[in-house]
């Protein structure tokens, strides 16, 4: 009975899942430029394993469920898998293992054209916080080819990399346009991406920074474009903590691992671009930042393990994050 109760409880997951990895594979990341490997790798491995039941879940549904499918990726947390395997991909290569890296690049850059037309042919006015996965999943993209940019000394796949930021740049604007804004007192947990989404650009801007491909001007502007990016996502990371102690949303809900996630994305961008930057305090306000998510992993992780829904089947799982379509 309870390994039909788990199956049934893990085909049932909706897009939004995706956070979680998202959530550890950060935090695998951020960990790992403190020092803390062992902690760094057990994070890393909870990240592969959620990836590995996602991705097949993703598969078998294209296979065998067209029409779920199809529904699901019209909404924007079917971007997580982007986003997901591009941080997964990124953690691998700081590891060395830039060959499964690649693969990973390789596989998010050819999903992410059609679920992302997907996501904004049905995008309305007031979206929820999930509306900044366009951002996300685009800026993910630019941080993996910046990485394996360097680790492999390319200068085109900088290029392609600056070009991935400036569109999650525009996306970001875009997507701000659409946000409703009643969500930062109001959201059950995606509402954080609205400054995760900047923590991420600014990771992607710090390093392209870091490349020597760029100097003179193009450095100092992308010099610029992190810092205003890292400043404006610390603002919202003020705004949200401040609305979260004012109108305290204490229940489980799924979204809560696209908080979790924001937490340790503006942890990470400070801990990495302090050097490219020449900010030397944003590594301190990094690792302060940094025990900040990882606790909220833990209470996210504690919450879901308490309430007793995910343990039966068509329950938790089944579970809207948000509309599926607008018509």
């Known amino acids: ?71 699901e990726a019209d909404t924007p947390a079917a971007l997580t898998a982007v986003a997901a395997t591009t941080v997964l ?112 650009t600014a990771l992607a801007g710090a390093k392209l920074t870091a490349a020597p491909l760029w100097t003179g001007a193009a450095h100092t502007a992308l010099r610029t474009a992190t810092l205003v990016s890292l400043a404006v996502s610390l603002g919202w990371y003020a705004v949200l903590l401040a609305a979260e102690v004012r109108s305290p949303r204490t229940h489980y809900d799924i979204r809560r691992w696209s908080t979790v996630f924001p937490l340790g994305m503006t942890a990470t961008t400070c801990l990495y671009a302090a050097a490219p930057t020449g900010v030397p305090w944003l590594h301190p306000l990094g690792g302060v930042l940094l025990w900040i998510s990882v606790a909220a992993w833990l209470l996210t992780f504690v919450a879901w393990a308490a309430q007793p829904s995910w343990r039966r089947p068509g329950t938790l799982s089944r579970v809207r994050a948000w509309p599926t379509r607008s018509r």
């Open 1 to 71: 009975m309870a390994g039909r109760e788990v199956c049934s409880w893990w085909a049932g997951l909706p897009p939004a899942a995706g956070g979680a990895v998202m959530a550890a594979g950060i935090l695998s990341v951020g960990l790992q430029l403190t020092g803390r490997t062992g902690a760094s790798l057990a994070a890393l491995a909870i990240a592969c394993v959620l990836w590995l039941l996602l991705a097949a879940d993703f598969a078998i549904r294209l296979a065998a469920d067209r029409g779920r499918f199809r529904a």
């Open 89 to 200: 991909g990124t953690r691998l290569s700081q590891l060395g293992l830039q060959g499964l890296a690649t693969g990973l690049l390789v596989l998010a850059a050819l999903i992410w054209p059609g679920l992302l037309c997907a996501v904004m042919r049905h995008w309305h006015h007031r979206m929820p916080g999930a509306a900044f996965l366009v951002c996300v999943a685009t800026q993910g993209l630019a941080v993996l080819a910046a990485t394996l940019a360097a680790a492999y000394r390319l200068d085109w796949l900088d290029r392609a990399a600056l070009a991935c930021f400036c569109l999650g740049a525009l996306l970001y604007l875009v997507a701000l346009r659409h946000f409703d804004l009643r969500e930062v007192f109001g959201g059950a947990g995606d509402h954080w991406v609205a400054g995760g989404a900047l923590s991420i």
